[in-house]
């Protein structure tokens, strides 16, 4: 069944690009940035598709380094229960390797002790990372992991991929 409301929320520049492009290929709402949004109007939307970089590597908490660290505790204490949420993440898998997309961990995370159905884990396969926070025990990404520095000429192609699983998961 296919949402009558979704919300994209992002929180820098890139995500904020690639929010668009990922809006564009689900074809609904016009994404936000986190720092504008109302945090309890969540609670409303049919599903959300969240997005953060990571800037703050190795770290255990406020890993993205944006106006997401200052609502996570707050995101985890609103009522998801069910909701599907699906979270992509951008980071430097070259740089960075062995923190890529960390920060997509700690969103998703949250949003799961709010109740959310959390959905889009995305394989590993074809990412030339060395570690990260991010990849859940099944050995995926909790989310798309995306590097739009080193590996650009793979964004389109996995935002569509990704896109079309999030459909096939009843998004």
Excluded at 88 to 98: E, M
Excluded at 114 to 131: F, I, K, L
Aim: charged share 25%; proline share 3%.
């Amino acid at each position: 069944m296919p949402f009558d409301s979704y919300y994209g929320v992002f929180a820098s520049r890139h995500t904020e690009e690639v929010s668009y492009q990922i809006q564009e290929a689900l074809g609904t709402a016009e994404p936000q940035d986190i720092s504008e949004a109302e945090l309890s109007s969540l609670e409303g939307f049919d599903g959300l598709v969240v997005g953060a970089p990571t800037w703050n590597t190795d770290s255990d908490e406020q890993r993205s380094g944006t106006a997401w660290d200052d609502v996570l505790t707050d995101i985890s204490g609103l009522s998801l229960s069910g909701k599907p949420v699906a979270v992509y993440g951008l980071g430097d898998s070259v740089g960075y390797g062995d923190y890529y997309c960390d920060a997509m961990e700690e969103i998703y995370r949250h949003f799961k002790e709010a109740g959310a159905n959390m959905v889009g884990h995305w394989p590993t396969d074809d990412y030339q990372h060395s570690g990260s926070k991010s990849v859940l025990d099944d050995g995926k990404f909790c989310g798309l992991a995306l590097d739009v520095e080193n590996e650009d000429d793979k964004t389109e192609d996995r935002i569509k991929g990704w896109v079309a699983q999030l459909k096939s998961e009843g998004f």
